[in-house]
């Protein structure tokens, strides 16, 4: 799979994907309104993620690449058995589950792979190389730096 870059359009929130092709606008496929994006050379050629092309600020984390409701609903099935298990007196079992749950989680963990992510405006960026100045998420710097205008494009 390439390279991809995910942002939400301006106009009507809709999912725009983009390869990393030095354009300077983007369609959105819902509401038709030009997006601009700036998109330099060297994303292409590097993979290297430095700034934001939706909305052009420098301020990026790394996650893991995994749907949130798909692991929310591992832990809720495994919470939900161990629970079953207890109400029955078999603690073992119970126990088992939870331990399984643990294991699923950790060998999903390890399988996954990171996507980086703009605290600003949230766009992804799939299968680019993870660069070094970007650490995980933290709290604190969404605060100071979600939801903030545009630098081009509003």
């Known amino acids: 799979m390439g390279a991809i870059i995910q942002f939400k359009c301006r106009g009507c929130e809709a999912e725009i994907g983009i390869p990393?092709?030095?354009?300077s606008s983007a369609v959105c496929p819902a509401c038709k309104l030009q997006q601009e994006v700036r998109i330099p050379a060297s994303l292409s050629q590097w993979k290297k993620?430095?700034?934001?092309?939706a909305c052009g600020h420098e301020n990026l984390y790394i996650q893991k690449d995994f749907n949130r409701q798909l692991g929310l609903g591992i832990v809720v099935v495994g919470i939900l058995v161990s629970t079953y298990f207890f109400n029955h007196r078999q603690a073992f079992y119970a126990m088992a589950a939870l331990v399984g749950t643990a294991l699923i989680d950790l060998l999903i963990y390890a399988l996954v792979g990171s996507v980086t992510v703009c605290y600003s405006c949230h766009a992804v960026y799939r299968g680019f190389d993870r660069n070094p100045e970007h650490e995980p998420f933290d709290l604190k710097k969404l605060e100071k730096y979600g939801g903030r205008t545009p630098r081009f494009g509003a």
């Open 20 to 23: 990393p092709d030095p354009v």
């Open 49 to 53: 993620v430095t700034q934001c092309v």
